[in-house]
């Protein structure tokens, strides 16, 4: 990952927002999906193989399938663990990884924030997980997209009341140019 702005922690954070339980629900179906692959080949291999070579194949394959869909489904409940979005003194930030050489932070700075808004649709207001997208207002690869975030329209809220009142601040504490 690269252009990270800064490495805060959430130690002093606003607020901190994590994902819904609905961003893991592809992940179980997917290893479902696998593991039927897996005793499928299994079960084909024990009632059709024909020759020994076979058998011993359709066998590596049924377990090779089973440790891959173990192995992804882990590191991905492991990685929708590690998102956190959070606001701070300086800007909302996006934290995730999993292995150190991963691990990272993304961030848009008050000053720079366009924008917070989240996209809405039937599962999304029935399960209150939301898509965030956090605009930057110069260029759009800067922006910070977050899928299935829970109470995401809470988060918005919050990082625009929050930017309004950094603006009027700000604004407050500049001297007027007098003409």
Same mark, same amino acid.
């Given at each position: 990952?690269?252009?990270?702005?800064?490495?805060?922690?959430?130690?002093?954070?606003?607020?901190?927002?994590?994902?819904?339980?609905?961003?893991?629900?592809?992940?179980?179906?997917?290893?479902?999906?696998?593991?039927?692959?897996?005793?499928?080949?299994?079960?084909?291999?024990?009632?059709?193989?024909?020759?020994?070579?076979?058998?011993?194949?359709?066998?590596?394959?049924?377990?090779?399938?089973?440790?891959?869909?173990l192995a992804m489904s882990v %590191?991905?409940?492991?990685?929708?663990?590690?998102? #956190?979005? +959070? /606001?701070?003194? @300086? =800007?909302?930030?996006?934290?995730?990884?999993?292995?150190?050489?991963?691990?990272?932070?993304?961030?848009?700075?008050?000053?720079?924030?366009?924008?917070?808004?989240? %996209?809405?649709?039937?599962?999304?207001?029935?399960? #209150?997980? +939301? /898509?965030?997208? @956090? =605009?930057?207002?110069?260029?759009?690869?800067?922006?910070?997209?977050?899928?299935?975030?829970?109470?995401?329209?809470?988060?918005?809220?919050?990082?625009?009341?929050?930017?309004?009142?950094?603006?009027?601040?700000?604004?407050?504490?500049?001297?007027?140019?007098?003409?």
């Open positions: 990952m690269n252009g990270y702005e800064s490495l805060t922690t959430t130690e002093s954070a606003h607020a901190v927002y994590r994902l819904s339980w609905l961003a893991y629900v592809s992940v179980i179906l997917t290893f479902l999906v696998c593991v039927a692959a897996s005793v499928g080949i299994g079960w084909w291999t024990l009632h059709s193989a024909q020759a020994e070579n076979l058998h011993h194949l359709g066998i590596a394959a049924s377990v090779v399938i089973l440790l891959v869909a %590191y991905r409940v492991l990685y929708m663990k590690s998102v #956190r979005l +959070y /606001t701070d003194d @300086i =800007g909302v930030w996006l934290f995730r990884g999993v292995f150190p050489w991963s691990k990272g932070v993304i961030g848009v700075k008050w000053r720079d924030i366009e924008d917070a808004m989240y %996209y809405t649709g039937f599962l999304s207001w029935m399960f #209150r997980s +939301y /898509t965030v997208r @956090i =605009g930057h207002r110069f260029t759009k690869t800067s922006e910070i997209f977050v899928y299935n975030l829970a109470a995401g329209h809470k988060a918005v809220e919050h990082i625009n009341q929050l930017h309004r009142t950094i603006l009027k601040a700000e604004q407050a504490a500049e001297p007027s140019l007098g003409v």
